[in-house]
């Protein structure tokens, strides 16, 4: 199964930055195996859907807004992805992941497995720097990317 696990975050905003710091660890302690494509998409725009195609398994890391406790991990899967209402984000990034899935799924090319890895931020805020109850999911977050892409 073609796998890809993607960051997704603007490292200047605070805990937007988890997604590229969560890639970064994965990378430097060489978790995944040489045939998981692993890659910091930043703050992909209107290129979103081309990273997912010829993929059977996309997982992403991503900042979420939802209500719970900074740090805290929250698994999406494809089907709740997709059934979010036009207009209501789950990520703060343009396009959005259920727009890119839906673009591609009308195109005949999306990927049947995706998941997104949502962790909750303390604060969007300008700096490079992760909260302390953010910087701390990194780990856990990783590990899952590895269990999931296994």
Do not use: C, Q
């Not at 975050?9 to 040489?34: E, H, M, Q, R, T």
């Not at 195609?53 to 991503?62: A, L, P, W, Y």
């Not at 962790?119 to 909260?131: A, D, Q, R």
């Amino acid at each position: 199964m073609k796998t890809a696990i993607y960051g997704i975050g603007n490292i200047l905003l605070g805990d937007d930055g988890i997604g590229p710091a969560v890639v970064n660890y994965l990378f430097a302690n060489n978790i995944l195996g040489d045939d998981v494509t692993l890659e910091d998409l930043g703050t992909p725009s209107l290129d979103l859907p081309n990273y997912l195609t010829g993929f059977d398994r996309v997982i992403f890391i991503d900042a979420v807004a939802v209500d719970a406790p900074p740090g805290t991990i929250r698994l999406f899967s494809r089907e709740e992805i997709i059934a979010a209402p036009p207009g209501i984000r789950i990520s703060p990034h343009e396009p959005t992941i259920n727009d890119a899935l839906i673009v591609l799924d009308f195109a005949g090319g999306a990927p049947r497995d995706v998941v997104l890895i949502g962790i909750v931020p303390h604060t969007l805020e300008n700096g490079m720097n992760l909260s302390p109850a953010v910087g701390k999911a990194i780990p856990r977050a990783a590990m899952l990317a590895h269990a999931l892409a296994s």
